[in-house]
């Protein structure tokens, strides 16, 4: 069983920061990548920013320049900056591994709400 935990959501007004932390944990031979996906309502799921083990990163247009994806082993964490209202939704973590049969699995978090508002 793998475990991924998010955290650091909140309310933010416009133009504020916030960072976002995930967490994986369990059996976990090694990571291939990290990727942060967030769902507004009434909105389809969406790649905000992944990274791969090799450190290579890939952003969402409407992020660009202003959220910053990084990583260590297990973490894996998302610098929002210049936030505006249309980046409220909830963040969900994604991580991509190898478990103990060499099998590349998925596991998800369970997401952290990010609001931004005035």
């Known amino acids: 069983q793998v475990q991924v935990v998010e955290s650091g959501g909140g309310l933010v007004q416009p133009g504020g920061s916030l960072r976002l932390s995930c967490q994986a944990s369990?059996?976990?031979?090694?990571?291939?990548?990290m990727g942060w996906y967030r769902q507004a309502p009434g909105e389809q799921l969406e790649l905000v920013a992944d990274?791969?083990?090799?450190?290579s990163t890939h952003y969402a247009e409407s992020v660009k320049g202003r959220f910053t994806i990084s990583r260590d082993k297990y973490t894996v964490w998302l610098q929002m900056k210049s936030l505006k209202p249309e980046d409220t939704a909830v963040y969900l973590c994604?991580?991509?591994?190898?478990?103990?049969?060499?099998?590349?699995?998925?596991?998800w978090g369970k997401g952290t709400l990010v609001t931004v508002s005035s």
């Open positions: 994604n991580i991509h591994y190898l478990n103990p049969s060499l099998r590349a699995v998925d596991s």
């Open positions: 369990g059996n976990i031979v090694s990571i291939v990548s």
């Open positions: 990274i791969s083990d090799g450190g």
